[in-house]
């Protein structure tokens, strides 16, 4: 564990740093278990967060290579490292910022993977037979429909407010990344799975309240700290329902569902300025992606499909 001084240091950071950016709870933990571990490192070597220079902060980025963290990982790693002493700056904790002109390793860019459109077909029928019961089914089948229909982070799938989807809106109501609002439309199949959903859910919810249970506010209530499904139930889920639909777990992931939304809208004329917004990327550059596997897709299609190819 930290030292009292790192434990400040890592707390404080944390709260301006949520304060003033609206970062997310999600990225608020990786910082945080970013910035524990750099401190302990850096008390096994006898250090301090006070005491540490460039060499301390190279030779630990060192140390995290040879753990065999990712690239993305150290780079994030450094990120952290780097704001750290750059508010102990500006709170003149320290007179300097011992990892300023560091590079990281870079994030190594790779195409998201995918599936078909038939493949997703496939786990959304899984879905509608895998559960225990009929509660269970109506659940997953909204969980995956809902999914698939808007491309949400799995954070914001599953904290999705019951009261977004009251009144069978045609589009619904998502607070993202940041703190963020935007709005995403909702397609025929995913309003009929909610509908049938919710009939359940708010029958459950009045048995509940009979018997002195508090209601939810979440569409997909969950016995967690939080009150809603847990990302990891869900992911668990997924993978089950990927097996049941005969596709490898290892291929199928929520992520690769929001991947395939994106990537099938685009190959059916959507703007990209569009699907920035839909997936809620503050970026056009982080979208722009899913051109290369489209691009990927569209070269396939030419070397497998085309009549020249057939006859070479």
């Known amino acids: ?106 994030k190594a860019q790779s195409l998201p993977k995918t599936l078909t459109e038939a493949e997703v077909t496939r786990l959304i029928e899984a879905a509608r037979i895998r559960g225990r019961n009929p509660v269970e089914r109506l659940r997953d089948t909204a969980l995956f429909e809902l999914l698939y229909a808007t491309g949400l982070r799995v954070s914001e799938l ?27 439309p909702l397609s025929n199949l995913a309003r009929v799975a909610l509908g049938a959903w919710l009939a359940e859910r708010d029958a459950l919810e009045e048995e509940g309240r009979k018997s002195g249970k508090a209601p939810s506010r979440f569409l997909f209530p969950g016995d967690g700290r939080d009150g809603h499904l847990t990302r990891q139930y869900f992911h668990h889920l997924v993978k089950d329902v990927a097996v049941l639909a005969g596709l490898s777990p290892a291929k199928v992931t929520p992520h690769v569902l929001r991947h395939a939304f994106a990537t099938h809208l685009l190959a059916h004329g959507a703007d990209l300025r569009v699907i ?24 396939d299609l030419v070397l497998t499909r085309h009549p020249l190819a057939r006859k070479g």
Not at 280 to 293: F, K, L, Q, R, S
């Open 1 to 106: 564990m930290p030292d009292a001084e790192a434990s400040r240091w890592i707390s404080t950071f944390l709260d301006a740093r949520a304060a003033e950016l609206g970062a997310s709870r999600n990225t608020q933990l990786a910082y945080g278990r970013d910035l524990v571990d750099f401190a302990d490192w850096l008390q096994r070597k006898g250090k301090t967060l006070m005491q540490a220079g460039r060499d301390e902060v190279e030779t630990y980025l060192v140390h995290c290579d040879a753990q065999g963290l990712s690239k993305a990982t150290r780079a994030r790693r450094l990120s952290s490292i780097r704001q750290l002493y750059r508010f102990a700056f500006e709170e003149g904790w320290r007179g300097d910022n011992p990892a300023l002109r560091l590079s990281g390793p870079g």
């Open 158 to 184: 599953v904290s999705l407010p019951v009261a977004a989807v009251r009144g069978d809106p045609r589009m619904v109501l998502v607070r993202g990344k940041g703190d963020k609002e935007r709005m995403v």
């Open 276 to 299: 920035q917004t839909l997936l809620g990327h503050a970026d056009v550059a982080t979208t722009e992606i899913y051109t290369h596997v489209l691009d990927d897709h569209l070269r």
